[in-house]
T-cell receptor, first 109, second 113 residues
């Protein structure tokens, strides 16, 4: 069946550092791919998405590119801020939405 | 535009008791989802509705969990009787259709003691 694997956390970085959170997927079809973010005490929010191969999703300085050849959708940001501290979930959607286990990100001032 | 509303935000019950959660999706959204998020894990789909019909309930523990979506709008999720391992955040989400962006509510945090 379909599945999502993302790097385990927590990930701790200093402010202005470069961020990469790895995500790979297994799917029988051609899923849409998503990154969701969950800030402390809040619900899941869609951060960015890509619906087909080679699409790049971007939002709030975050980017991820749908790589069909490597079945990956890694999340990147060039310069993180303390306010980016949250849990990030990679997800795919084929007939239903399947989430990875989440990666907790801590940004130190 | 109003988001997905869930209530209550928090609930503490003893094991073997019953509990119900309520969800009001975004107006006009035909698809409604219930997810269970155990601490430290990603959300797991329990049940998906398209209007008032069930599309997927393959991971719903049907011996104790039930859900309904009367009139294709609001939905309730019930656990009867609750077990300790049911402690989790229960998330409701909705989308216009089965292949469009899903919007999540803030969730109900259930603690079973």
């Amino acid at each position: 069946g379909n599945s999502v694997t993302q790097m385990e956390g927590p990930v701790t970085l200093s402010e202005e550092a470069f961020l990469t959170i790895n995500c790979t997927y297994t799917a029988t079809g051609y899923p849409s791919l998503f990154w969701y973010v969950q800030y402390p005490g809040e619900g899941l929010q869609l951060l960015l998405k890509a619906t087909k191969a080679d699409d790049k999703g971007s939002n709030k300085g975050f980017e991820a590119t749908y790589r069909k050849e490597t079945t990956s959708f890694h999340l990147e940001k060039g310069s993180v801020q303390v306010s980016d501290s949250a849990v990030y979930f990679c997800a795919l959607r084929d007939d239903k939405i399947i989430f990875g286990k989440g990666t907790r990100l801590h940004i130190l001032p | 535009e109003a988001g997905v509303a869930q209530s209550p935000r928090y609930k503490i019950i003893e094991k073997r008791q019953s509990v119900a959660f309520w969800c009001n999706p975004i107006s006009g959204h035909a698809t409604l989802y219930w997810y269970q998020q155990i601490l430290g894990q990603g959300p797991k789909l329990l049940i998906q509705f398209q209007n008032n019909g069930v599309v997927d309930d393959s991971q719903l523990p049907k011996d104790r969990f039930s859900a309904e979506r009367l009139k294709g709008v609001d939905s309730t999720l019930k656990i009867q009787p609750a077990k300790l391992e049911d402690s989790a955040v229960y998330l409701c989400a909705s989308s216009l259709g089965a292949n469009t962006e899903a919007f999540f509510g803030q969730g109900t945090r259930l603690t079973v003691v």
